[in-house]
């Protein structure tokens, strides 16, 4: 709502209601619109204690700002810079609400003028940004139990969401150009809106986990784009670290079932728009952290993702820090996804090596090039069936029990949660076996099905080149091995040279649902499927 107080005196002009006034009263010419920045608006969550949340806009260069809270008395004083653009950071403040934000805007001169602005029903919380491609854009009414689970967001008005638009940009924006969902209210009306449209299924059912065991205000902000490669969400900066050309493999042919997709920018070159266009415009709001689905449109190249993934978050939490005045944690918690399965028995390596890469080559997250960063796998959620590609599985409803589970743990250092599934912590070599020996963190080890499993076939101990050697398969002969609860003993009789390494679920799809080999029990009953892995035997040499 914007109103003004002509002369400085007097009763406040709703501008909704005398137009007129309002457009002969706020100066012309040179003057700025005096708002809001555009990721801003009624019913928003901004960023609760320990941080102070940020509120920016646009205004008239040197204008005076003051901005209130209400209730209580909290005042912020601040001028608008030569380019227009006023900032405040607010005092601490605890989870909870209803607040208003009021910004009043003063002009000097002979006809002295304020004009006010305010956000409405606004609560403190934590804030999380949700990007990727297509799988994060997914929408709630595409899910399983689509209408069960809209009509059940009626009972969730502590949460609030805000869908960023699809739109790209060769330069940095210092505002979001398309807005496809301003602030709302969890409602059926606001996570129903449509396919493709909002609300994002995975954030909302992350936001809503989180939700059931924190019960406080969390404000979700989707900002995602359909069969994006992460280069697009990569700023200059770490495209420039990781030695990518300016031009990349054309963007991958978007899924026939998407109605709304529309070009990015013209040309060829299209690295850094996303960046440019749907999260530099959000820096400056202080946030929580962030979650992110994406890496299929970088399984035709998937190399550089492992510099990319690890320099992309890097980025994103440096620049978040710097954007809100270092109140925004500089190693703010991020979490994943790993991609899911696609088309069953293809032989493709593009998937699990985006798998092997999301983790920076260690199979696991947090770990010392990941730190604070968590992920859930996805590979066994995959389903023939899906209406929407086999690449876009229908069950968001446990990756984001999954992802909010881990999240409990890095985020929020609940250090009584499992939330990792079982991870091998040593290869023992036999005449004919591998005994895969897991921590004693996996617990009981459920087998669900007995593949998965290879062994790396060289002539050269403690290598597996491609050009000399070969992967085959190693079937299960002890699905529990019997001096351990937590092992398991694959046959290595297909090989007739030296055993040199040991992979686990390395395809492109590697299961049927909820049916990969190996599983772990999580907190909460939630069985917690095994990621894959590569690991070297090291054979003494002789």
Partial sequence: MTMIRPFGRGAWWDCGLV?????????????????????YGD??????????????????????????????????????????????????MKAGGPYTVKAIQYFKGPTPLAVVIELDDLMFGDVWVCSGQ????????????????????????????????????????????????PWSVASAASVGGGMWNYFSALCWFYGRDLYDTLQYPIGLVASSFEGTPIEYWSSPEVLKKCNVNDTLPKKDKPSTDHPKHIPIVSGDNQNSVLWNAMIHPILNMTIKGAIWYQGESNANHPDSYLCLFPAMIDSWRSSWYLGTGGQTDPTFPFGFMQISGNVPGSTNLGYPEIRWHQTADYGYVP??????????????????????????????????????????????????????????????????????????????????????FEVCCSPVKNTCDEATAAWVEAPMVHTIHPNATNSITVSTDNCHKIVTAVRYAWRETPCGFKMCPVYGMGSMQVPLPAPPFIMYMRVPQG
Wanted: proline share 7%; with cysteine; charged share 15%.
């Fill in 134 to 181: 297509s799988n994060m854009q997914f929408t709630g009414m595409m899910g399983f139990n689509s209408t069960e689970e809209i009509l059940a967001a009626n009972n969730y008005p502590n949460i609030r969401l805000f869908t960023a638009g699809l739109v790209g940009s060769d330069t940095p924006l210092s505002n979001l150009d398309r807005v496809e969902q």
């Fill in 367 to 452: 770990n010392p090039k990941m730190e604070k960063v968590f992920m859930a796998v996805a590979m066994d959620l995959w389903r023939p069936d899906s209406p929407w590609l086999t690449v876009h599985p229908q069950d968001k409803q446990d990756m984001g029990t999954r992802l909010s589970l881990a999240a409990r743990a890095v985020a929020y250092g609940d250090k009584n949660i499992k939330f990792q599934g079982p991870f091998p912590s040593s290869l023992e070599l036999g005449s004919s076996t591998v005994v895969v020996q897991y921590g004693p963190e996996a617990g009981h080890i459920e087998v669900r099905s007995t593949g998965g």
């Fill in 19 to 39: 137009l007129y006034l309002c457009t002969l009263f706020v100066p012309s010419g040179e003057g700025l619109p005096f708002k809001f920045a555009s990721v």
């Fill in 43 to 92: 019913h928003m969550v901004l960023q609760q204690a320990p941080h102070r949340a940020v509120v920016w806009g646009q205004g008239d260069p040197g204008s005076n700002v003051t901005v209130r809270i209400t209730p209580g008395d909290s005042e912020f004083k601040t001028v608008n810079s030569d380019a227009g653009v006023w900032n405040v950071t607010l005092d601490l």
